[in-house]
């Protein structure tokens, strides 16, 4: 390495990389303010930066675009103003937030507060100028607080409205009074307002979380503002729908050309929602599905959502792409597409309420099977399955070897270009997904197996187990032996695997090694072998 490298210093690190990396961490969308945050967090990461040395000060008050962002009415006059000085000309992105609960002998209360609170001084200078606005509305006086925004919401590009405790109605008279607004992305989180879509010309983005339960919007209602909303690219709606008997059948369907992205999620059945809102809905090939909601394996509504995804998928033969991700659990199926090869990314969540089984005074009745469920599935998309190429499996329900094609071949019929598959150790080992850490499947440290059934060797690859502590090489010896045994109506038995390949494996013991190759080596022809593994001598 050159010695110039070895004596840079922060220095030395050019003005235009340095401002990219004060961007980066004032308008970082992780960072969210708290409800005891006296300031507000782009504001005090701004403070910080000016406060480490005089050239990262120099840089900080040269870029009036920081500053855009740091407009905190909750902090003294002075303070406001020398923010917008500093911010010069540029539209600002102002978010309205007051600090509200406090705890008072261990019960969460609320301070007294009132419209005033929003009465600053510069409050029509800073709304003129804002094109990005996020409020908070408190639990109280919220309808006095909108007031002070409604007159500068149609000149704002993005606009989220959110109450901060329980949902409500807003007071939405005379708020789009024929004016044409210009905002391109919209979201609104536990409030309602009655959306005008001769209004919203420009509306890219609409976003709907939990609206008032006062005035949840039936299904006829939703479809027709989507009518006119023909111009969506993204469209996200979590819990916004009511439970209902009338389901709205429409017989033309409603033209969505532009949408890339539609978020369904929803705790009530499917037969309410999903169903009748996809089928009402034509969708181009290229938008991007994220679906959640509850099913039950008897229920009409599950077959029925199953045949209007099925429309969908079985359209073309690359619905899904080459990479797919499956999750098979007792209480939740999920359903991913990986990389790019899919026209659009597909997220499918299933969950079961109550889990696969219910307890009825002493008596299990058996409400649904996740093995039956993931069969139904995978028949359902018979067309798009049989072009995936890399399949990533994983499966804790192990009292059903049916949805593990290494015990049950005949799976591997769906798949015909299959080329790898990717399972997780507990499938064979035992053990519990791990809930509390989504990311723990991606990370390339996790113990797994990889199976590669389409290559001339037929190789089973067990990379990264410990089989001196949760894992045993007892149990992957017996799921060998069931998986090499012959059976009577096993589906082309000369799928079973042919090479055993331990990579980087721990808490082997010499002992152990040779008994596997005893049972599954000379018995079943299988050529075993170890790549960086550490093999204890002793006992």
Same mark, same amino acid.
């Given at each position: ?38 300031? #507000? ?68 209360? #609320? ?156 705790? #009530? ?271």
């Amino acid at each position: 390495m050159p010695d110039s490298f070895n004596t840079m210093s922060i220095n030395d690190v050019p003005s235009e990389l340095l401002l990219e990396f004060f961007r980066l961490a004032v308008y970082d969308p992780s960072v969210k303010r708290h409800w005891n945050d006296q300031v #507000h967090p782009p504001l005090r990461m701004m403070l910080a930066i000016t406060h480490v040395c005089s050239r990262w000060r120099y840089v900080a008050l040269e870029n009036s675009t920081l500053w855009t962002g740091c407009v905190d009415i909750g902090r003294p006059t002075k303070c406001v103003e020398e923010v917008l000085l500093r911010s010069g000309t540029q539209p600002l992105n102002f978010t309205f937030f007051i600090p509200v609960p406090v705890h008072s002998l261990g019960v969460t209360m #609320h301070l007294s507060y009132g419209a005033p609170d929003i009465l600053h001084p510069h409050r029509k200078l800073i709304l003129s100028r804002t094109r990005s606005l996020q409020v908070t509305l408190p639990p109280i006086f919220f309808d006095e607080i909108f007031d002070a925004f409604k007159a500068y919401l149609w000149q704002m590009e993005t606009i989220s409205l959110e109450m901060e405790t329980w949902s409500a109605s807003l007071r939405d008279e005379d708020l789009f009074d024929d004016k044409k607004w210009r905002v391109r992305i919209l979201t609104l989180k536990r409030c309602t307002i009655r959306l005008q879509p001769k209004a919203l010309p420009f509306l890219e983005e609409l976003r709907f979380e939990h609206p008032s339960m006062h005035t949840f919007p039936a299904l006829a209602t939703w479809l027709d503002l989507f009518a006119g909303l023909p111009q969506l690219r993204v469209l996200e709606l979590v819990e916004c729908f009511q439970i209902s008997e009338d389901t709205h059948r429409v017989s033309d369907k409603i033209q969505m050309p532009n949408l890339k992205r539609l978020v369904l999620r929803t705790s #009530h059945p499917s037969e309410y929602i999903c169903t009748p809102l996809l089928e009402a809905l034509a969708l181009p090939s290229s938008c991007a599905l994220t679906l959640g909601t509850p099913v039950q394996q008897s229920a009409t509504s599950y077959k029925a959502l199953l045949s209007v995804l099925s429309n969908r998928y079985n359209a073309y033969d690359n619905a899904l792409g080459t990479h797919l991700d499956l999750t098979v659990a007792g209480n939740a199926f999920t359903l991913q597409t990986q990389g790019s090869s899919a026209p659009g990314d597909t997220f499918i969540y299933f969950y079961f309420p109550g889990g696969c089984r219910h307890r009825i005074n002493d008596y299990t009745c058996k409400l649904t099977n996740a093995g039956l469920i993931f069969q139904t599935v995978l028949e359902a998309f018979r067309k798009p399955i049989a072009s995936i190429r890399w399949l990533t499996l994983r499966t804790y329900v192990h009292e059903d070897e049916q949805i593990n094609p290494l015990f049950n071949l005949r799976l591997l019929r769906k798949f015909p270009e299959l080329q790898s598959i990717c399972l997780n150790v507990e499938s064979v080992f035992g053990g519990f997904p791990p809930f509390d850490n989504p990311s723990h499947f991606t990370d390339p440290m996790t113990p797994r197996l990889f199976w590669f059934p389409g290559t001339a060797y037929r190789e089973l690859v067990v990379s990264r187990v410990n089989f001196g502590e949760a894992c045993s090489l007892h149990r992957l010896c017996l799921a060998l032996m069931k998986h090499l045994k012959p059976q009577p109506k096993r589906w082309n038995s000369e799928g079973c695997i042919q090479t055993l390949l331990l990579r980087r494996c721990t808490g082997l013991r010499n002992w152990q090694l040779a008994k596997l190759e005893e049972l599954i080596g000379i018995k079943y022809g299988v050529d075993i072998r170890c790549i960086e593994c550490e093999v204890l001598d002793h006992y």
